[in-house]
């Protein structure tokens, strides 16, 4: 099992970043691919970024790519994104996901989800 706990949301004035991270359990969480997904009040839950389990490859979404960043540090079990250039439809709950293949980023490929942390960017 892999636990996963998000941090690092808040409130931020558009334009400003702010720095989520993931805490992850388990002696095995080198082998996931990790991914960031979101989720508006009545909207569905959307890809947001994705980083194989090497770290080598990345994926983003059009929404966000050039504004964020995915890392991941495999020796402290983290993974991380650098939100720049926040706008107000960023706002939404923060989700930390945990995957076989970054590049497989449906909902149902996912294995391990965190609870979520929210980001409301005020204009």
């Known amino acids: 099992q892999v636990q996963l706990v998000e941090s690092g949301g808040g409130l931020v004035q558009a334009g400003g970043s702010l720095r989520l991270s993931c805490a992850a359990s388990?002696?095995?969480?080198?082998?996931?691919?990790m991914a960031w997904f979101r989720q508006a009040p009545g909207k569905e839950r959307d890809f947001i970024a994705s980083?194989?389990?090497?770290?080598?490859?990345?994926y983003y979404s059009d929404s966000v790519k050039g504004r964020f960043t995915i890392s991941r540090d495999n020796a402290k079990n983290t993974v991380s994104m650098q939100m720049d250039s926040l706008k107000p439809e960023d706002t939404a709950v923060y989700y930390c996901a945990a995957g076989r293949r970054a590049d497989m980023v449906g909902l149902s490929d996912m294995i391990y989800w965190g609870k979520g942390t929210l980001v409301t960017v005020s204009s």
């Open positions: 388990g002696r095995t969480f080198s082998m996931y691919a």
């Open positions: 980083i194989t389990w090497n770290g080598r490859s990345t």
